[in-house]
């Protein structure tokens, strides 16, 4: 584990009194968490920071890079508005190593189980931080788009897994599946369904592939791990054939097999999935993944993955200790100086 969980008292939202304004600055499953708690809780809500009693930033700290971003989120809308009370919900909210401002407090990530997603004006999605000169755009495949304007069908959080670098198991709290049978109307109601979990399972993938030929609805899915789409190679497949699986979503980290393996990630499963991915393609499925650059002393070569997927998403490592003068030198390297764009 990279860091020691320390005593800070962590609020619930419920906690909270007055008005309510939502900032997000992290990834589809915790802004699908903040927006079926708002979509609950609209008469609490405020699109105009300047109205709100409670200014909250729901934050990553998936890379110093993002808890930076995270950081510099929330300074800004306590410059603009001064007085208001301030927290960090979401992942870094449970990052209690990471010193927060003075006057910031920690929020538990909100989120009501089986709530339809109505208006999703009710939190602020910022920009990517990572992109520069980012545009909003109906195009899925622009950079910094990719599920941005979906219908983020949340099927589940948390992850039960226990890969070398990451910290998910902590700081989203305890795995949990929604059932997919009380889901099967939300799914309907809306178009463009990307199923939304930190973790897909099995069983899930299975009661999807069911569902989705039942009504001959096509949806997206996002962070399968290689391992649980080995388990559901032919439902994949047979999706892609009917034409019911339209973006295809895997974290691969890396095609290095002793990366990998340092990793403490499944060689066998990775080949594997990136195998399944090329065959999903001919078929018309888009193919996105993520990998890890500058892993250790490890020289990486990515053209092939560059070469085969249609979508690329890049962390580099961090070793997990927060210190803001270094990833501010990080920042200015890999995304002011370097532009690393690999999308």
Known sequence: MFFIQMEEKIFDIDELTGTVFLSCAACM???????????????????????ADNIIVLSCQVTDLAVLSDIRTLENYMKKYVGKKYFISGCLAKRLDVKLEEGV???????????PIEDKSLVKFEK???????EETEEQLASGNIFRNMYPL??????????SYCTIRITRGKFAECYSNKLEEEFLRFEDVLLTADSPMINQIKEWHDIAIKHNKPFSIRNVEPSIVCGCRNEFLNLAKKGLLKIFHSPIQSDNEAVLKDMNRNVKDTF????????????????????I???????????????????????????????????????????????????
């Open 154 to 163: 949340r099927i589940g959080k948390g992850c039960p897994f226990n890969c």
């Open 272 to 291: 594997e999935t990136i195998e399944l991915a090329r065959e999903l393609k001919k078929y018309g499925v888009v193919i996105a993944t993520n990998i």
């Open 128 to 134: 990517p931080f990572w992109i520069t000169n980012f």
């Open 105 to 115: 407090q920690r929020l538990e990530c909100p989120r009501k189980f089986y709530q």
């Open 293 to 343: 650059i500058d892993y250790k002393n490890f020289v990486q070569d990515f053209s092939r993955i560059m070469d085969l997927y249609d979508y690329v998403s890049w962390n580099p490592l961090w070793d997990g200790k927060w210190d803001r003068k270094k990833a501010e030198e990080r920042f200015e390297k890999y995304i002011i100086s370097k532009g690393v764009e690999l999308n």
């Open 29 to 51: 499953s915790v802004y699908a968490d903040a927006l079926s708690w708002a979509n609950a809780n609209k008469e609490r809500i405020v699109k105009d920071p300047a109205l």
